[in-house]
């Protein structure tokens, strides 16, 4: 039978149970933000998608939370949310523990072939990332897979078989983060549909 050892930190940790009981609180400020904050982006869309994309605003907004993504636990948003037979069209805000928070627009489908001209000609998300992973499901990717939108071509757009921006925000503006998801969120719906 294998003899259980831990370290001198591990032990210290297990021991520990006020860290996990203040995370869990931690982890449910976040889920009730991003439940309002999912209300919120609903009102916006209604206001802005236009009726032959009414179909976005048919899926309600959904908040998961997990606890390995990269060995962290993690909350994430999607609204929009369409995900149909290769055909994407997702806002995804997320959050990373000890990471940073980010909210991405994936496209992929005829998503992508409808709007990726728009969103490329409109200067809104220039400032953005632009994510080449193998992956649109990789976040908070490495540095040598991000680029600023505005230093690629429109050729590169249309080989990648997904579009995915990115804007992120350091743990450390936890004071502005609302302001930053929504800012974001009403960026996305300019570039896309005005």
Known sequence: M?????????????????????????????????????CTYRDIAKNTIP???EKLLQTSPKVSKGEKYEGLPYLM???????????????????????????SLLLEGEYKNHLQT???ENQVLRNWQYETEDSPWIHFQSDSSKNHFSTISKSQINQHPFLKLTNSKPLQDWQTIETFFLESFQQIMEASFC
Do not use: C
């Not at 001198?8 to 996990?20: A, G, H, M």
């Open 118 to 120: 728009k969103i490329f």
């Open 51 to 53: 009726k032959e994309n």
């Open 2 to 38: 294998a003899k259980l050892v831990l370290s001198e930190k591990e032990w210290s940790i297990v021991q520990n149970f006020d860290f996990l009981l203040t995370k869990n609180q931690i982890i449910d400020h976040i889920q009730q933000f991003f439940t309002q904050l999912g």
């Open 77 to 103: 948003l999607d609204f929009p949310r369409i995900f149909q037979n290769g055909n994407t069209f997702a806002i995804r805000s997320f959050f990373l523990w000890g990471k940073a928070f980010s909210i």
